[in-house]
């Protein structure tokens, strides 16, 4: 624990809609271990549709799940 204090690393936890995830998001922080990062949900983001559409219009295919 002390190496993950001393280093303070950056995480990215994308499932920030679950309740367990944001629990141990605060844990972290609390503890010092890590500064970790809740990005919104992409169905709330407003910058999606922009987004989706940039994405077809360079050929990829989304999945729908």
Not at 18 to 34: F, Q, T
């Amino acid at each position: 624990f002390e190496r993950a204090r001393a280093r303070r690393a950056r995480i990215v936890l994308p499932e920030s809609a679950d309740e367990r995830i944001v629990e141990a998001a605060s844990r972290m922080r609390e503890e010092g271990l890590a500064e970790p990062i809740l990005p919104p949900a992409p169905a709330s983001d407003p910058r999606l549709p922009r987004y989706l559409q940039t994405v077809r219009g360079k050929g990829y295919v989304l999945r729908p799940d």
